[in-house]
């Protein structure tokens, strides 16, 4: 504790013999003995001089929490949940709605990490909860383990990235992309809603190839399945290659999803445990 206190022999003064000295403390007043160091002198009792260090680390914690909320404030303003959706957890949701869809999502969200992969949340129209199970992840992983998510409509971002390609752009495509391939958690609401055109494919692959190859996991709602049937029109049918699970070149580009299937309601969760 003579370090801790500043009681200890400085370097300059190691081997050399040191008398000791009255002091008053500078913090109480009382009077204690320390080393004669001169101006180097302690100025502090070992009371005041432990008060005097415990003041320190307790700025130096509070400076870390504030820190810690500067910075988690800042992920809530930027992950741009729609007002809808800010309120909604596992909590206060009705679980008898889609069980299956619910437990691989709640699943997703309480084992949260870099390995969790892509959840793709499917159902056939809308109104049928896949949003508000995706908001559900996003506000659990926002805040509750204060990570940093983004949460887009697939077609807002075509239309910002197509938005830069106009003089009047005021922001680049390189940073609107940036945004979603480098975020911890995205979620793409309602992807393949636009007809499919070559430029859609490569943007949808530019943005999901890149997040597979980064670890950074991804969710995605949307009305069309990821391999529908024969006559059925599937989510690689909307967006090309791209689509999370769809095959490339007669092998698939990444593990297959595993479905919990339920009233035309599907939660596909790459790498889940049967």
Not at 22 to 36: P, S, T
Not at 37 to 57: L, P, T
Not at 225 to 248: H, N, T
């Amino acid at each position: 504790n003579q370090g801790r206190r500043g009681g200890g022999l400085l370097p300059a003064f190691q081997g050399v013999k040191v008398g000791k000295v009255k002091k008053n403390c500078q913090g109480c007043g009382d009077e204690f003995e320390a080393y004669d160091f001169g101006k180097h002198s302690r100025r502090y009792c070992d009371k005041c001089a432990e008060a005097k260090i415990a003041e320190e680390e307790e700025k130096q914690r509070q400076a870390g929490v504030a820190l810690a909320e500067a910075r988690y404030r800042e992920f809530v303003a930027q992950a741009r949940i729609p007002k809808l959706w800010r309120e909604v957890t596992f909590e206060n949701s009705d679980t008898n709605l889609n069980k299956a869809a619910f437990r691989v999502a709640k699943r997703y969200a309480d084992n949260f990490s870099a390995e969790s992969g892509t959840l793709v949340l499917y159902s056939q129209g809308y109104g049928c909860g896949k949003t508000h199970l995706a908001a559900c992840v996003a506000n659990h992983v926002l805040h509750q383990l204060r990570r940093p998510v983004l949460f887009k409509k697939a077609r807002d971002l075509l239309l910002e990235i197509r938005s830069t390609f106009s003089e009047r752009g005021t922001e680049t495509e390189a940073h609107i992309l940036d945004q979603v391939l480098s975020v911890e958690l995205l979620i793409l609401d309602d992807v393949g809603v636009d007809n499919p055109s070559l430029w859609i494919e490569s943007t949808y692959w530019t943005v999901f190839d890149r997040r597979v190859e980064w670890q950074l996991p991804t969710i995605v709602t949307a009305n069309y399945p990821l391999e529908g049937e024969a006559d059925e029109v599937s989510l690689g049918d909307r967006i090309g290659y791209g689509a999370p699970g769809a095959p490339y070149g007669g092998a698939r580009a990444r593990p297959p999803p595993l479905a919990a299937r339920m009233a035309g309601f599907s939660a596909s969760l790459h790498n889940e445990p049967p």
